[in-house]
């Protein structure tokens, strides 16, 4: 087994962030300005190895390299663990498998994922807090870095309601455009970028809301035992720990990996610096807040939240399974409080 401490996580759910406070809070960083930029995330440190791309981590896990720690993420074991969009199922399949070969080749590792109650904090980090300048130099040689990687995906070159349109061509790749992709059936158009912003907010409302909630564990309680019970070498850590009890998780982790722990009097200054920055800690709980008043009929208002284009399409979604849909023809402004979004709901027959 190899002596080297695994950081796997969901993307968005803040590798490089644990991976900063491992070093700093071991002593073996001088620096104590954390590395956080203006997104919000610490992307430019690069403290450890990050094996991205299949198949970087079995070639580590097979070499006699050695390093004391490195990132990594779900999709990171095999090609095809490249789960964009998968079912449900697929998600749980591949993430039991790859967990197993860290069970059997790694004595330590952590897992860090969402909840049902992070899933659109965590979805919102992937898509607005993810950008290839923070990793190359140039665009060039991030298309460069993919090419020899063999990556087909090149989602990860686009930021935003972008990278999902793109993220729907890479899936729909055998068909040169989307027009003979079956979802696109009934819309008029011949490929993604002919949509208006509200018919892609329900496009996606419809077709992308799976692939937020398939994000980690989800809300399967009984697999999270089950796979904590069945994996003593992997420490499992929900994104939502972070949220409600900082320090405490942060001690945890170093503690698992047997790091020193110094420093620890800047706790609280690193956590308010990190905190302050996180943009959309808080969706999951403004998203639910809005469904509940608008199915209550409760005067709230939003005006001051700045939604994003994630959290709407997941309002869109979670009053469409509760049977309402809303009159959203030319609507590209969606309304910031229930008096005036009330009379765009209208009841499923």
Same mark, same amino acid.
């Given at each position: ?5 695994? @950081? ?6 803040? %590798?490089? !962030? ?14 104590? #300005? ?11 440190? $690069?403290?450890? +190895? ?5 198949? =970087?981590?079995?070639?580590? #896990?097979? *070499? ?5 720690? @490195?990132? @990594? ?8 663990? =490249? ?42 980090? &992937? ?16 298309? +460069?870095?993919?090419?020899? =990687? ?12 972008? &990278?999902?349109?793109? $993220? ?9 455009? /989307? ?6 059936? %009934? ?15 329900? !496009? ?24 904590? $019970? ?47 920055? =996180? ?27 700045? /939604? ?9 979604? /979670? ?5 309402? *849909? ?11 409080? #229930? ?11």
């Amino acid at each position: 087994m190899k002596d080297t401490n695994v @950081i796997l996580y969901s993307p968005g759910a803040y %590798g490089h !962030f644990i991976n900063w406070c491992c070093d700093y809070f071991s002593g073996n960083l001088i620096d104590h #300005t954390i590395p956080i930029n203006d997104l919000g995330n610490c992307h430019g440190y $690069q403290g450890v +190895k990050f094996l991205g791309l299949p198949p =970087q981590f079995k070639e580590f #896990t097979e *070499s006699d390299e050695f390093c004391n720690s @490195i990132l @990594i993420h779900e999709f990171s074991f095999d090609y095809i663990d =490249q789960f964009e969009m998968y079912s449900e199922q697929d998600v749980k399949n591949v993430l039991t498998r790859n967990l197993a070969y860290l069970q059997d080749n790694y004595k330590k590792s952590i897992y860090i994922y969402p909840t049902i109650n992070s899933i659109i904090w965590n979805a919102n980090n &992937r898509l607005f807090k993810h950008r290839w300048e923070d990793f190359f130099k140039n665009i060039n040689e991030a298309e +460069k870095y993919l090419i020899d =990687q063999n990556a087909n995906d090149i989602s990860f070159l686009y930021h935003g309601v972008d &990278r999902i349109k793109k $993220q729907f061509d890479f899936n729909t790749k055998d068909t040169k455009d /989307l027009k003979g992709w079956q979802p696109l059936k %009934g819309w008029n158009h011949q490929s993604i970028d002919e949509f208006d912003h509200w018919e892609f907010r329900e !496009f996606a409302s419809k077709y992308y809301f799976d692939e937020i909630r398939n994000y980690g564990l989800n809300d399967n309680i009984l697999l999270e035992q089950e796979l904590i $019970q069945k994996y003593p070498n992997i420490k499992f850590i929900r994104m939502d720990d972070l949220k409600n009890k900082f320090e405490y998780t942060i001690h945890s982790i170093l503690e698992f990996f047997n790091l020193d722990i110094v420093n620890w009097e800047n706790i609280n200054r690193i956590h308010q610096s990190w905190l302050g920055k =996180q943009y959309y800690i808080n969706s999951d709980l403004q998203v639910h807040q809005i469904i509940t008043a608008l199915l209550n009929k409760e005067n709230l208002d939003w005006k001051n939240w700045e /939604l994003t284009f994630i959290d709407e399409l997941c309002i869109q979604r /979670l009053l469409f399974d509760n049977n309402i *849909s809303i009159k959203c023809w030319g609507l590209n402004t969606l309304p910031t409080n #229930t008096k005036d979004f009330l009379p765009l709901l209208e009841k499923i027959q």
